[in-house]
């Protein structure tokens, strides 16, 4: 089956020629006041309002903690111009809002609310920064008073020179170079791209940025101090320490022992906090996610 058969038989529903949308479990149960994902503890952002999306379903690396099935390749023949995305994602985000209108459970003023989104999370499937327009998209989600974060592999240090989101998030899924061609399995040695990309971050004094670390037992789940130095180059804002999920295509790749526990990211996470000079600022088990920041507090995003 291809990619866009596999995407949607995942529930992703398929804008234009290479986007996608696909409705947050935490949506749903935010509509339904029962819950909000962890960036709402971070970040202030409402989940019910959050528009869950991706303008590139193809991907520069093959990792192998990745839920989706990155193993099938996609080749885009012509990119949709931006308004053509953000309206068929806005369209289809109503379509899923839409249904929770008719249950009990549902709480009508935040489901009035969910018909407003107030910000987009260009982090889905895929490698946003492949899309060629991603720095107007970001515009236009701005221009209809909307926020943004764009969660990148930093493989195209270019790109990130020139984009302007309300967060920038970097993955960071190995200390050095044999553990990231290991874990992120990417379609050539990017491992100096990230690296380039890391120094971009640290330039970037004008943006709020986060870099993201996926603890793999057994793989990325090692040498601390290395992530702290790589930490150093970037100087983000936040780092999240966050543990893998066995869930979707993963399943496939890793066993269910390669998930840790919340108190083996917390104890990460100090030691990656310790080596880089950051503090411990906030966790949130169900997640199994840690935060930590330069001076130990985090600032609700502007939204």
């Known amino acids: 089956m291809s990619l866009m058969g596999l995407l949607k038989k995942q529930g992703y529903h398929i804008v234009g020629e290479h ?17 909000s994902c962890y960036k709402a503890q971070f970040y202030g952002i409402s989940s019910h309002r959050c528009v869950q999306m991706t303008p590139c379903i193809a991907c520069n690396q093959r990792c192998l903690h990745c839920w989706r099935p990155v193993e099938e390749p996609y080749t885009v023949e012509s ?17 899923f809002i839409t249904g929770y209108g008719g249950t009990s459970a549902t709480d009508k003023v935040r489901w009035k609310e969910a018909f407003e989104p107030k910000h987009a999370a260009i982090s889905l499937v895929g490698e946003p ?9 970001v515009e236009m989600f701005r221009a209809r008073n909307m926020s943004t974060f764009i969660v990148t592999n930093g493989t195209r240090p270019d790109v990130l020179k020139k984009v302007t989101p309300s967060q920038l998030y970097m993955s960071l899924d190995a200390p050095d170079e044999e553990t990231y061609l290991k874990t992120c399995n990417p379609v050539g040695d990017l ?58 295509y993963s399943r496939n790749r890793l066993p269910r022992e390669a998930m840790p526990h919340h108190e083996e990211v917390l104890e990460f996470a100090r030691k990656v906090a310790d ?29």
């Open 19 to 35: 986007s996608a949308i696909k409705p947050c479990l935490w949506l749903g149960r935010s509509i339904k006041s029962q819950g």
């Open 129 to 137: 920064t492949l899309y060629p327009y991603l720095e107007e998209l």
């Open 275 to 303: 080596a880089s000079g950051y503090r411990l600022a906030m966790d949130v088990e169900l997640s199994r996610v840690a935060l930590i920041s330069k001076d130990g507090n985090t600032k609700p995003l502007d939204l």
């Open 79 to 95: 990119w949709d111009r931006p308004e053509v995305i953000i309206d068929g994602c806005l369209a289809e985000q109503k379509r």
């Open 191 to 248: 491992w100096g791209r990230v690296n380039e990309s890391l120094e971009v971050l640290g330039s970037r004094e004008d943006l709020r940025r986060a870099l993201r670390i996926t603890l793999v037992k057994g793989l990325n789940m090692l040498d601390p101090e290395g992530y702290g130095d790589l930490i150093k180059k970037a100087m983000p804002d936040y780092v999240e320490v966050k543990a893998y999920m066995h869930l979707g």
